[in-house]
């Protein structure tokens, strides 16, 4: 049992969404392909997660010009993706 738990990773819980475990944050192209994910605690806020994302994102797909992104990602991380990568996040 406690190898299970080691094998699986931190886990923690959002209050907000009363998630449990995991979150995903997962990039994908207009046809609905993989481009990045990341998966980190339910206890790490969304915006922290999104940045992750971003980051790897702008690692594999310098080029890439126009993010569209849920409602929930707003303020300073769109005005961060705007100065650090030139994206215009919609």
């Known amino acids: 049992m406690a190898q299970d738990r080691l094998k699986r990773g931190q886990h923690g819980y959002d209050a907000g969404k009363r998630v449990?475990?995991?979150k995903r944050h997962i990039a994908s192209d207009t046809m609905g392909l993989l481009l990045a994910v990341v998966?980190?605690?339910a206890g790490i806020q969304d915006r922290a997660?999104?940045?992750a994302l971003l980051i790897r994102l702008f690692l594999y797909f310098e080029s890439?010009?126009?993010i569209f992104v849920d409602g929930s990602y707003s303020g300073s991380l769109?005005?961060?993706a705007l100065s650090m990568f030139g994206w215009n996040m919609l």
Request: hydrophobic share 40%; no cysteine.
């Open 39 to 41: 998966v980190h605690s």
């Open 64 to 66: 890439l010009k126009t």
């Open 20 to 22: 449990k475990g995991h």
């Open 78 to 80: 769109i005005n961060w």
């Open 49 to 51: 997660g999104a940045w």
